[in-house]
């Protein structure tokens, strides 16, 4: 049955036509109309009094102005797969705050009637025919928007992908082929189309709607879960390789929704499991920027106001802290905050009643078990004992070696930096639940995701509060309680200062950003704010790092560019000989050709899955069988070897996990092991490039190149009955490098 309905979906469609739906107001009832071309002189300016409307009240929506971040007025946005489902839903989000959207479809029919309902919301979205899985039918939709949108593209969103669920070992090579070519390949070949588009536009982003599956295993989906784990991979990749173009790329992967994918796919029981379970939405590491060309009102429901709720922030009178207690206070919440010093409490508290926030303050150290009782105390009292959202902002740092720090040091970070917050959360509990939808946000770091150079208890108190906000995520899920954890990479703040005024710091940490700049922040702010909208309502227990690209960034294409201008061209030329023996094609993303994509996922990814299969019969009658994948660090963080070599390993390493799972009743257990470079002769030409060796050495911790047996002796110890218990893992064999996010020694 499931193959029937994959059959009937890969059906070619009609002669390709296009549709616009546009109209002139909100209530207009105009027919879409028939184009068999686009003129950009075909869709008039609206006024702001007929463009985009979405019901809009007075206290209860964000009413713009025109240097809002809070709006998508005057953007352009390609939506995939738009007609149905997430797609749908996207597609009136995007439109309803404010942007033109183009999106797509097999169906002709299906189309036309989707056009004529967005018409009579007054939505401007215009629609191609389109079957994305097919390489021609891309290219000929990417003209045609670049023609609808004058040759400037603000969004892509990559929404289309199918699913064929069975056995891996059931899967034939035309079921592979389809899903390699409409979830993965169609994305990849999207995003080199439209790359030209997104950067003349000079603020552009990229969201590929991925999957939870790309994460972790889940029955039957081995293909699909590849896909998805090649997807988040080319997000990291691109993020690095396109962030000098001001490009951001992101990743949404949901758990289990409700559209007709799912209800088609899936049986009853499972069904109603899936209702009845509180799982994860994970997000890629979120370059955060946010465009302020707007005029728009917004309402949706009430979903993006904070209109009638109420928040404690801690720590709210500088830094991002400051910036959240606006933030949340200009989305129309009632905010208590506070801070140590009460002068610059009562200063803070005339600038908000100056600009007409609803602001409360309280002098409290949160470091203070009893400091902590009383100010929830004064919250309580001040909410009637309710309250929506807790941001445990509250932080502080002390930065020495390891060997220094005293009991007094580690004392005093435990309890400003963890215990604060895990205190304040206890106490909050019963005033969020009694609110009937609590919001909970830990002011995490990125040094507790990978490395910094802010001390290692300081990295240990982000990192157990990334932890907990998994932890209550679940624990709290049936109180109806959210929480997450954001994470900053280097932001200009009162605490980074005496950093940044250092301007060789300063330099080497705008070196180490994708974005090439130091974050602002209300660049934090927003991803604050938006977690505690009602839109955020399924994103809880995630980690999500809003840090220019700074924690996916390995060793960018643009890192190394500047470290030997002349390397890529060498390298280039070095591995057109290489690639004969399958290994890696170095090139631009945007200079890769179908028969490259085709090549190497053939060679790097479909062979190990076909001799996975083939080996399976021998594997289980072994009673005890091991499968270990060599990967690379390339298919967790971006490194300069090519966007479609990453995705193939990032793909390697979701198969592991997959496998680990389906094939763990028939003893067989499934790891990937990811290397950094290897002194082999294949990294030999890159190694003899003096520049190039700097650059690597300097970002691995232990400063040099690992040998082949310190790769065979992990695959050999992999193998053994000792490690009997290890299975569906990735690990790294790498030096540090792909924990190493940013330190700086000054010399003396």
């Given at each position: 049955m499931v193959l029937d309905m994959a059959s009937h979906m890969y059906t070619s469609p009609p002669q390709r036509l296009h549709f616009l739906a546009s109209s002139s107001s909100p209530s207009s009832s105009l027919k879409p109309h028939l184009y068999l071309s686009f003129k950009r002189k075909t869709l008039q300016p609206q006024s702001s009094t007929s463009s985009v409307l979405v019901r809009c009240a007075s206290r209860s929506s964000i009413v713009t102005t025109p240097n809002n971040r809070w709006s998508l007025h005057g953007m352009s946005a390609l939506v995939t797969g738009g007609t149905r489902g997430i797609g749908r839903a996207i597609v009136e989000e995007l439109a309803g705050l404010g942007a033109e959207i183009h999106t797509c479809a097999r169906n002709e029919a299906e189309l036309e009637k989707c056009l004529r309902d967005?018409?009579?919301?007054?939505?401007?979205?215009?629609?191609?025919?389109?079957?994305?899985?097919?390489?021609?039918?891309?290219?000929?939709?990417?003209?045609?928007?670049?023609?609808?949108?004058?040759?400037?593209?603000?969004?892509?969103?990559?929404?289309?992908?199918?699913?064929?669920?069975?056995?891996?070992?059931?899967?034939?090579?035309?079921?592979?082929s389809t899903l390699i070519s409409t979830n993965l390949e169609s994305v990849f070949h999207l995003c080199q189309l439209a790359y030209p588009l997104l950067r003349a536009s000079e603020a552009a982003s990229v969201v590929s709607i991925s999957s939870v599956s790309g994460f972790v295993s889940l029955k039957n989906m081995s293909v699909q879960s590849a896909t998805k784990g090649a997807i988040n991979q080319?997000?990291?990749?691109?993020?690095?390789?396109?962030?000098?173009?001001?490009?951001?790329?992101?990743?949404?992967a949901p758990w289990y929704i409700k559209t007709s994918m799912v209800e088609q796919g899936t049986e009853q029981k499972e069904r109603s499991n899936f209702v009845?379970?509180?799982?994860?939405?994970?997000?890629?590491?979120?370059?955060?920027?946010?465009?302020?060309?707007?005029?728009?009102?917004?309402?949706?429901?009430?979903?993006?106001?904070?209109?009638?709720?109420?928040?404690?922030?801690?720590?709210?009178?500088?830094?991002?802290?400051?910036?959240?207690?606006?933030?949340?206070?200009?989305?129309?919440?009632?905010?208590?905050?506070?801070?140590?010093?009460?002068?610059?409490?009562?200063?803070?508290?005339?600038?908000?009643?100056?600009?007409?926030?609803?602001?409360?303050t309280s002098v409290c150290d949160v470091s203070s078990r009893d400091q902590r009782e009383k100010l929830m105390e004064t919250v309580s009292s001040l909410f009637q004992g309710n309250l929506n959202i807790l941001v445990n902002n509250a932080g502080t740092c002390i930065t020495k070696p390891t060997t220094e720090y005293t009991a007094e040091d580690f004392s005093f970070l435990m309890a400003t930096n963890l215990e604060s917050a895990f205190h304040l959360s206890q106490l909050a509990h019963?005033?969020?639940?009694?609110?009937?939808?609590?919001?909970?946000?830990?002011?995490?770091?990125?040094?507790?995701?990978?490395?910094?150079?802010?001390?290692?208890?300081?990295?240990?108190?982000?990192?157990?509060?990334?932890?907990?906000?998994?932890?209550?995520?679940?624990?709290?899920?049936?109180?109806t309680i959210r929480a997450n954890s954001v994470c900053p990479w280097i932001i200009t703040t009162p605490l980074t200062n005496n950093y940044l005024n250092d301007e060789v710091f300063k330099k080497e940490a705008e070196r180490?950003?994708?974005?090439?700049?130091?974050?602002?922040?209300?660049?934090?702010?927003?991803?604050?704010?938006?977690?505690?909208?009602?839109?955020?309502?399924?994103?809880?227990?995630?980690?999500?790092?809003?840090?220019?690209?700074?924690?996916?960034?390995?060793?960018?294409?643009?890192?190394?560019?500047?470290?030997?201008?002349?390397?890529?061209?060498?390298?280039?030329?070095?591995?057109?000989?290489?690639?004969?023996?399958?290994?890696?094609?170095?090139?631009?993303?945007?200079?890769?050709?179908a028969d490259d994509f085709s090549f190497l996922i053939s060679t790097n990814l479909e062979s190990a899955y076909h001799l996975s299969q083939l080996s399976h019969p021998f594997l289980k009658a072994s009673g005890s069988g091991n499968i270990v994948f060599i990967s690379s660090m390339a298919g967790l963080v971006s490194i300069d070897c090519g966007s479609i070599y990453g995705l193939t390993k990032g793909a390697l390493n979701q198969l592991a996990r997959n496998l680990a799972c389906e094939w763990a009743r028939d003893g067989i257990r499934s790891n990937a092991v990811a290397p950094n470079f290897i002194g082999t002769a294949l990294a030999q030409a890159y190694l003899d490039d003096v520049g190039y060796k700097e650059g690597l050495f300097s970002r691995t911790p232990l400063g040099r190149v690992g040998e082949p047996r310190e790769v065979a002796s992990l695959v050999a110890f992999l193998c053994l009955p000792a490690a009997s218990y290890i299975t569906g893992q990735t690990i790294c064999v790498d030096g540090g490098l792909t924990v190493h996010g940013f330190s700086y020694q000054p010399k003396a």
């Amino acid at each position: 049955m499931v193959l029937d309905m994959a059959s009937h979906m890969y059906t070619s469609p009609p002669q390709r036509l296009h549709f616009l739906a546009s109209s002139s107001s909100p209530s207009s009832s105009l027919k879409p109309h028939l184009y068999l071309s686009f003129k950009r002189k075909t869709l008039q300016p609206q006024s702001s009094t007929s463009s985009v409307l979405v019901r809009c009240a007075s206290r209860s929506s964000i009413v713009t102005t025109p240097n809002n971040r809070w709006s998508l007025h005057g953007m352009s946005a390609l939506v995939t797969g738009g007609t149905r489902g997430i797609g749908r839903a996207i597609v009136e989000e995007l439109a309803g705050l404010g942007a033109e959207i183009h999106t797509c479809a097999r169906n002709e029919a299906e189309l036309e009637k989707c056009l004529r309902d967005l018409n009579r919301s007054g939505f401007r979205v215009t629609g191609s025919v389109c079957d994305v899985s097919d390489r021609t039918q891309r290219e000929n939709m990417m003209k045609t928007v670049s023609s609808v949108f004058d040759g400037k593209l603000h969004i892509l969103v990559n929404n289309v992908g199918t699913n064929i669920r069975k056995p891996m070992v059931e899967f034939t090579a035309g079921e592979f082929s389809t899903l390699i070519s409409t979830n993965l390949e169609s994305v990849f070949h999207l995003c080199q189309l439209a790359y030209p588009l997104l950067r003349a536009s000079e603020a552009a982003s990229v969201v590929s709607i991925s999957s939870v599956s790309g994460f972790v295993s889940l029955k039957n989906m081995s293909v699909q879960s590849a896909t998805k784990g090649a997807i988040n991979q080319l997000t990291r990749s691109l993020a690095c390789e396109w962030a000098k173009d001001k490009i951001r790329i992101n990743a949404v992967a949901p758990w289990y929704i409700k559209t007709s994918m799912v209800e088609q796919g899936t049986e009853q029981k499972e069904r109603s499991n899936f209702v009845s379970c509180c799982h994860l939405l994970t997000s890629s590491c979120l370059t955060i920027s946010v465009s302020r060309d707007a005029v728009t009102y917004i309402t949706m429901d009430n979903r993006w106001s904070l209109q009638g709720m109420t928040a404690l922030v801690t720590g709210g009178t500088k830094g991002i802290g400051e910036a959240v207690v606006e933030e949340l206070a200009m989305l129309g919440a009632r905010v208590h905050t506070c801070a140590r010093d009460e002068t610059q409490l009562q200063e803070r508290l005339l600038e908000w009643q100056e600009k007409g926030f609803q602001v409360t303050t309280s002098v409290c150290d949160v470091s203070s078990r009893d400091q902590r009782e009383k100010l929830m105390e004064t919250v309580s009292s001040l909410f009637q004992g309710n309250l929506n959202i807790l941001v445990n902002n509250a932080g502080t740092c002390i930065t020495k070696p390891t060997t220094e720090y005293t009991a007094e040091d580690f004392s005093f970070l435990m309890a400003t930096n963890l215990e604060s917050a895990f205190h304040l959360s206890q106490l909050a509990h019963p005033l969020l639940k009694a609110s009937g939808s609590g919001s909970i946000v830990f002011m995490s770091s990125a040094a507790g995701v990978v490395h910094l150079s802010g001390g290692s208890i300081y990295g240990a108190t982000k990192g157990a509060m990334n932890q907990l906000a998994r932890d209550l995520a679940c624990e709290w899920a049936s109180d109806t309680i959210r929480a997450n954890s954001v994470c900053p990479w280097i932001i200009t703040t009162p605490l980074t200062n005496n950093y940044l005024n250092d301007e060789v710091f300063k330099k080497e940490a705008e070196r180490r950003t994708s974005v090439g700049r130091i974050g602002e922040a209300n660049e934090v702010s927003s991803l604050v704010a938006f977690l505690c909208l009602p839109a955020a309502s399924y994103i809880t227990g995630q980690t999500i790092c809003v840090d220019g690209g700074g924690t996916v960034n390995g060793l960018s294409w643009l890192y190394m560019y500047n470290l030997a201008k002349d390397l890529v061209t060498r390298i280039l030329k070095m591995m057109k000989s290489v690639n004969n023996a399958g290994a890696i094609l170095t090139k631009p993303t945007t200079e890769y050709v179908a028969d490259d994509f085709s090549f190497l996922i053939s060679t790097n990814l479909e062979s190990a899955y076909h001799l996975s299969q083939l080996s399976h019969p021998f594997l289980k009658a072994s009673g005890s069988g091991n499968i270990v994948f060599i990967s690379s660090m390339a298919g967790l963080v971006s490194i300069d070897c090519g966007s479609i070599y990453g995705l193939t390993k990032g793909a390697l390493n979701q198969l592991a996990r997959n496998l680990a799972c389906e094939w763990a009743r028939d003893g067989i257990r499934s790891n990937a092991v990811a290397p950094n470079f290897i002194g082999t002769a294949l990294a030999q030409a890159y190694l003899d490039d003096v520049g190039y060796k700097e650059g690597l050495f300097s970002r691995t911790p232990l400063g040099r190149v690992g040998e082949p047996r310190e790769v065979a002796s992990l695959v050999a110890f992999l193998c053994l009955p000792a490690a009997s218990y290890i299975t569906g893992q990735t690990i790294c064999v790498d030096g540090g490098l792909t924990v190493h996010g940013f330190s700086y020694q000054p010399k003396a």
